[in-house]
């Protein structure tokens, strides 16, 4: 009988959990669009990581301890670049902007998958 009554009240807040409503901020991208909180995680991980983005060796970037000083600074994202593809557009291939850039075309050369360049983005759209 107690046990019944225990799955019943385990049940119930687990579906509360469940259903909670994750933080607004982390779940609205910059664009209006929803993301996880999970994409955008993902993406500092993969912008800190030096066997993924290794971004760090060339850029400081905001927020934490990364200080690469070959690049500029990566802060006030938003402002730099009028939306989220031309970020991608800049990451996949930073030749088309800058054609003799030390950094490398992370997209063309396949170094990360365009998911992992769209997690990136949605990363630095928050800085
Ligand atoms: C080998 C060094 C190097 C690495 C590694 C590197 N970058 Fe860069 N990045 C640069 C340089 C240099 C520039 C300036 C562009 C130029 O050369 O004119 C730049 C520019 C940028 C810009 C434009 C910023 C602005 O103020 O105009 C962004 C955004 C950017 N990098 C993101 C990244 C991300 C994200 C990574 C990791 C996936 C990365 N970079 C890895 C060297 C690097």
């Not at 800190?48 to 301890?65: E, F, K, Q, V, W």
Request: glycine content about 8%.
């Amino acid at each position: 009988m107690m046990g019944k009554y225990w799955t019943a009240i385990c049940q119930r807040a687990l579906l509360a959990l469940v259903l909670a409503p994750a933080p607004a901020a982390a779940m609205r991208g910059a664009d209006g669009q929803n993301l996880p909180p999970s994409a955008i995680a993902e993406g500092r991980r993969i912008a800190l990581s030096p066997r993924l983005g290794n971004c760090t060796a060339c850029h400081a970037i905001a927020g934490t301890s990364a200080d690469g000083n070959l690049g500029p600074a990566l802060r006030d994202i938003r402002r730099l670049f009028p939306n989220k593809a031309a970020l991608f557009a800049e990451i996949y291939d930073p030749t088309i902007m800058a054609p003799r850039t030390a950094m490398p075309p992370f997209g063309k050369y396949r170094i990360l998958t365009s998911g992992q360049i769209q997690k990136l983005v949605d990363f630095l759209w928050t800085l």
